[in-house]
């Protein structure tokens, strides 16, 4: 084995430096196993350039590798309640309709009159068969529920062309009261009578006066009906 001397430039001593048998210089042993080689950095290589694709569109395929799970989606599902295209083309209908409603800042408004029905209950006699009444009895009527109605009629038709007739009312069918404003005026030809009133109460009957001058019964018949 050789002997070198060299000096070191730092503290100018000299130092001796080890050469092998075959005339090397000695250095110190590296390990260098686990630094990369040509064939690993050209397998790197290759894996970042298949990775490269450049600006992604369209679809991305994840293949599966071991302990993880495959995901390929052409179209990725909406959340709940999502809007879709379907839903804004509804949604544009609708405003389009409205905007056509709207002139010079207003907005033109339709409605339709409900429908209404009226009632018809015959509170003496009935269709086609009028009921016989005492003429010196103060007969009264069936009780007719009227809340629901604005405008009431009572018509009817008498043989006692003399007859009187009141119109009583009440708010809970337990106490009653003549409808002093209203009266009923029997037709001396015909012995038909009928009055149209407004109704702001709750129950409503027809009474048939009595006079005790005058004998025998009557035949008669009345509606009354709300609407």
């Not at 994840?62 to 379907?86: D, E, R």
């Not at 009923?184 to 005790?212: E, H, M, T, W």
């Not at 019964?217 to 009345?222: C, E, G, M, Y």
């Amino acid at each position: 084995m050789s002997l070198i001397l060299v000096k070191n430039a730092t503290d100018s001593k000299v130092q001796e430096l080890e050469c092998t048998s075959a005339g090397l210089l000695k250095v110190d042993h590296v390990d260098v196993s686990t630094l990369a080689t040509q064939g690993t950095l050209s397998t790197m290589n290759g894996k970042i350039t298949a990775c490269d694709t450049g600006n992604v569109s369209g679809v991305v395929s994840v293949s599966a590798v071991a302990g993880s799970v495959a995901c390929t989606h052409t179209t990725l599902p909406l959340p709940t309640g999502a809007s879709t295209s379907t839903n804004q083309s509804a949604g544009n209908a609708s405003l389009s309709t409205l905007a056509g409603c709207v002139t010079a800042g207003k907005v033109a408004v339709t409605s339709s009159v409900a429908a209404t029905t009226a009632t018809s209950v015959y509170v003496f006699g009935a269709q086609g068969t009028p009921t016989a009444e005492m003429s010196n009895l103060d007969a009264t009527s069936t009780v007719v529920d009227i809340d629901a109605y604005s405008k009431v009629l009572i018509a009817g038709s008498t043989t006692k062309l003399d007859a009187e007739f009141r119109i009583e009312v009440s708010s809970d069918n337990l106490d009653w009261f003549d409808l002093q404003s209203e009266f009923v005026n029997v037709d001396y030809a015909s012995g038909q009578f009928g009055v149209i009133f407004d109704c702001p109460f709750k129950y409503i009957r027809l009474k048939r006066l009595g006079d005790s001058a005058a004998a025998g019964t009557d035949s008669l018949s009345a509606i009354i009906s709300g609407k």
